[in-house]
């Protein structure tokens, strides 16, 4: 069977369904060949390598900013030369590449420091600059695996589907809501059984079974290759950008005319992949680009002999996609502080409280498991949404996906306010029982387990799962649909990026706190040891920085106009349905 190139205008045999079993297979064995979250890597580092507890947070945060910023260099490769399907076999090669270095500084003793801890070697050494480098050149593997796998997934699995027809439009909306589902079940098995294994029995083993894991995800989706639907890169989307700019900034003195949409320059070539678009008055500025001048000249083809001169008003309205974007995006690098915050610090919270399954159990589950309850939360509401919510929302709004992408980000952002809220009050219930009642135990090199069960954290960890279903998954279908379809790689790049800046931003404030809040050199907000810490007052200023951004976010919603819409359309979302839910604080 002969692979299906789209290229220009040819109609391809879109794969779909029969598509999708690779596509999602591929994305499943991927989460689980990796060590999948935060939380794991976190627990990794503290107790293998035995790094400080901030020190750990930092280098995670800054590992996984590096990731999600590294996206932005796959998605132009991809785009631009490669294509999704070459990123995408290059970058699985390269997670497992990595996976295989990780799972090597576990199972050579002379690649991590001496067990600490035990009579024979009571004091615990710091990693030397050889381990550390191996481990480093492992994670940094993973980042090429993830600058190339994470913008290009989706978009390559989008791609699969005919967007020309209702059932082809219907289909790329479920497929977000179950590629979600299933990269999330992944992770949630990640977190049970491979974690389990990790804490209790081997790290080495532990490691060694995502490393089979990811291995079998590049088999999988090799096997994939005769069914895909291919689309061919057109060159970088990013110099026709900058030639909108360029041609707007030389022709800045010239006005534009009365009837612009009649009278610019609207070449629109038959090679382009993307859908023609309609002339719209928001940032009229770079309208000025398709002002047809005296010097200007057009090729017998019609398009412009000097496209650093003239450019069309299609790549104009390209351009204002990619713009109107920016204020939505930026809304929601606060947002993803609570995500980093339940990946990072929960982890402490659970060492320092009683982790056992019930009363009398001696089971304790490990402390990086507990973010599947985050996990599933949001496994339980996405059939759920999709199934029973979206049919019945679409019979009142008229709307084929039930509620705008802005409505749903609206609805995260608020239940991410009262995920931090929750976060707080738990954390002074653990501290005042920890200080007030006798503790179970000391945690090495923290402190005292308090005695509230660890339990009382899962309903934050729901609320956080609750709040990503609508909020990431949202942004993830309003980047993929606004953007240019050939930028559909950077539109997969930009949900990444906003997650490093949200990791840098955490570093950033967490390093803050921790030096602004300082009262000695074992006590300030976020001490090494909770109890003497305020965790929850930082839970408490992240919640405060989340109702500005809910704020801010209100602003941009009501201010964008979605992409082909034209100038006497209302736009979609209604906001006065997200002000009636803006929190109280």
């Not at 804490?199 to 995800?217: D, E, K, N, R, Y």
């Amino acid at each position: 069977m002969e692979v299906d190139k789209v290229h220009a205008k040819e109609k391809p045999k879109y794969g779909g369904i029969k598509a999708m079993p690779f596509i999602i297979g591929n994305e499943t064995f991927e989460k689980l060949g990796t060590l999948g979250t935060s939380s794991n890597l976190l627990v990794y580092l503290t107790t293998v390598f035995h790094m400080k507890s901030i020190n750990a947070t930092n280098l995670v945060n800054v590992f996984n900013g590096t990731c999600n910023f590294g996206t932005l260099l796959g998605a132009f490769l991809c785009d631009t030369y490669l294509g999704r399907y070459k990123t995408l076999g290059i970058a699985s090669i390269s997670s497992f590449t990595g996976m295989l270095f990780l799972t090597l500084t576990a199972a050579i003793s002379k690649l991590h420091p001496l067990q600490c801890g035990t009579e024979e070697n009571s004091i615990c050494l710091e990693p030397t600059t050889g381990q550390l480098a191996f481990l480093l050149c492992g994670f940094g593997f993973l980042v090429v695996g993830a600058s190339g796998i994470r913008p290009c997934n989706l978009a390559f699995g989008a791609d699969q589907f005919d967007p020309n027809t209702e059932s082809g439009r219907r289909g790329i909306n479920s497929f977000f809501n179950w590629y979600y589902f299933t990269f999330t079940f992944a992770m949630m098995v990640s977190l049970t059984v491979i974690v389990y294994i990790q804490s209790s029995v081997s790290w080495a083993i532990g490691l060694a079974i995502p490393t089979f894991l990811m291995f079998l995800s590049c088999v999988f989706f090799f096997i994939g290759t005769k069914i895909y639907v291919y689309i061919l890169p057109e060159g970088s989307p990013l110099t026709s950008m900058v030639q909108v700019l360029v041609a707007a900034i030389k022709k800045r003195r010239l006005k534009l005319p009365e009837q612009p949409q009649n009278t610019l320059f609207n070449h629109v070539s038959i090679k382009s992949i993307n859908s023609e678009l309609p002339y719209t008055d928001q940032f009229r500025f770079l309208n000025k680009a398709s002002i047809l001048s005296p010097e200007d000249k057009t090729n017998e083809d019609g398009s412009a002999a000097n496209p650093w001169r003239l450019c069309s008003i299609q790549q104009v309205e390209e351009v204002k996609c990619v713009v109107r974007v920016f204020p939505i995006w930026t809304a929601g690098l606060i947002y993803y502080v609570v995500l980093v915050q339940m990946q990072t610090y929960v982890v402490f919270q659970t060492l320092q409280s009683d982790r056992s399954l019930y009363s009398a159990s001696k089971f304790k589950i490990p402390a990086a498991s507990y973010s599947v309850f985050s996990m599933l939360s949001l496994s339980i509401w996405i059939p759920i949404y999709d199934r029973i919510i979206v049919p019945f929302l679409r019979k009142i709004t008229k709307k084929e996906a039930g509620i705008t992408v802005l409505q749903k980000m609206g609805i995260g952002l608020v239940i991410a306010v009262l995920t931090m809220l929750v976060s707080a009050v738990v954390e002074t219930r653990r501290r005042d029982i920890a200080l007030r009642h006798p503790t179970l135990g000391i945690e090495p090199r923290r402190g005292g387990i308090s005695a509230m069960s660890a339990n009382w954290l899962i309903p934050q960890l729901a609320l956080a799962g609750l709040s990503e279903a609508f909020t990431i998954i949202a942004q993830v279908e309003f980047f993929y649909k606004q953007f240019p379809e050939n930028m559909r790689s950077f539109a997969g790049s930009f949900l990444f990026c906003g997650f490093a800046l949200a990791n840098y931003m955490s570093s950033l404030l967490i390093t803050i706190v921790h030096k602004t809040t300082r009262i000695s050199d074992t006590e300030n907000w976020l001490a090494e040891d909770l109890n003497k810490g305020r965790l929850d007052y930082f839970y408490y200023l992240v919640a405060a920085l989340e109702v500005l951004d809910f704020g801010y976010f209100l602003i941009c919603a009501k201010w964008y106009k979605y992409k082909g819409t034209q100038n006497d359309q209302k736009l979609e979302v209604s906001m006065d349905k997200l002000q009636s839910t803006k929190p109280l604080v």
